[in-house]
């Protein structure tokens, strides 16, 4: 079983919808949370970490489940330029020994 | 501020050919990380690096070598290039190890022919 996991879609959703990704992961011991967004052919960047009182920014909501290990983010009022790669990861350990662990993303492609 | 910044941006290699993949930041971060990103495998860690003059290997790391000279540069050789290295390297820096969130390069994209 991978370390972390996610639907690798693609979700096709119209423009204005409401879209949610889920991202499991198997090691209890996991401390930290992240949702990275992944342009084509680009770098992933950092869209917002995960907290266990669940966290708004925006548009966008990440919830963490710690009992049934796993991870959410929601999308509201999807935009065209939402469309891309959404990356889950995992951190165990502190400091140096901090291990991070990429889910292998979930595509997005929003629609007119 | 440019971030972290990687070079080349493309490259074509020879089996068997070797070359250094470049990486610089300039944000003081002490962390820096090499990985390689191939489809369906998600990114895969080949090696590390907490501090100069520190550098371990992460979960691929065969083929590749490492040092860390200075704060600011990373950079990845490839000692003797085999297809099985193609593939899109980024190279990454944080605080602490990734805990406050990675800030990654632009990458490259190696292919071994």
């Known amino acids: 079983r991978k370390e972390v996991e996610q639907d690798p879609g693609p979700f096709n959703v119209p423009e204005g919808a409401t879209v949610a990704f889920n991202c499991t992961y198997s090691?209890?011991?996991?401390?930290?949370f992240f949702w990275y967004r992944q342009d084509c052919r680009k770098e992933p960047k950092l869209l917002m970490s995960?907290?266990?009182s669940g966290n708004e920014d925006g548009r966008f909501t990440a919830q963490l489940n710690r009992a049934s290990q796993y991870i959410s983010l929601l999308i509201r009022d999807s935009k065209l330029s939402d469309s891309a790669t959404y990356l889950c990861?995992?951190?165990?350990?502190?400091?140096?020994?901090?291990?991070?662990?990429f889910g292998t993303g979930t595509r997005l492609q929003v629609t007119l | 501020n440019a971030g972290v910044t990687q070079t080349p941006k493309f490259q074509v290699l020879k089996t068997g050919q070797s070359m250094t993949l470049q990486c610089a930041q300039d944000?003081?971060?002490?962390?820096m990380s090499w990985y390689r990103q191939d489809p369906g495998m998600g990114l895969r860690l080949i090696h590390y690096?907490?501090?100069?003059?520190?550098?371990d290997q992460g979960e691929v790391p065969n083929g590749y070598n490492v040092s860390r000279s200075t704060t600011e540069d990373f950079p990845l050789r490839l000692l003797s290039a085999a297809p099985s290295q193609t593939s899109v390297y980024f190279c990454?820096?944080?605080?602490?190890?990734?805990?406050?969130?990675?800030?990654f390069g632009s990458g490259t994209r190696l292919t071994v022919v």
């Open positions: 990454a820096s944080s605080y602490g190890a990734g805990i406050y969130g990675y800030t």
């Open positions: 090691n209890s011991a996991s401390q930290s």
């Open positions: 995960v907290y266990s």
């Open positions: 990861v995992v951190t165990r350990g502190t400091g140096t020994a901090s291990k991070l662990t």
């Open positions: 944000m003081n971060h002490e962390y």
């Open positions: 690096s907490v501090g100069a003059g520190i550098t």
